[in-house]
């Protein structure tokens, strides 16, 4: 129970930490930690980033009274903000570029959060 009250005390804090450890990972430059190279596993690192970034804002914001935005308005906001990521990606890297299934990983995360976070909302 009190694990439970720390984690909706600071849940928006925590969702604020994730959305710039996103923003870090995906703009700065990896080269040098060793990664496992398998096809595509980049497409699944996306979607996970993604649905987490979703679940979190959308646990935080339920549990701030001051901050009640409609699920279908942080969906779209965390969507844009894939945009922005991949769109900064290919301005400000030389490194990374941008990437449509990227994005598309990006949003699939974003939604099967948003279904998902509706269903397990309704057992808690």
């Known amino acids: 129970m009190a694990i439970r009250k720390l984690l909706e005390r600071n849940a928006l804090n925590i969702a604020i930490v994730i959305t710039l450890v996103i923003a870090f990972l995906s703009l700065a430059s990896l080269k040098g930690i060793p990664l496992v190279k ?7 690192g996306h979607f996970l980033a993604y649905f987490t970034l979703c679940m979190s804002w959308l646990y935080a914001l ?7 935005l409609k699920k279908h308005t942080i969906m779209l906001l ?3 903000y894939g945009i922005v990521i991949e769109v900064l990606q290919s301005v400000l890297t030389t490194y990374r570029q941008g990437d449509f299934f990227d994005f598309l990983a990006n ?12 269903k397990v909302a309704r057992y808690l």
Do not use: E, M, R, W
């Open 38 to 44: 398998v096809k595509n596993s980049d497409k699944f």
């Open 62 to 68: 339920k549990h701030h009274p001051a901050l009640q």
């Open 78 to 80: 965390l969507i844009g």
């Open 107 to 118: 949003t699939f995360g974003v939604l099967l959060a948003a279904f998902v976070f509706q």
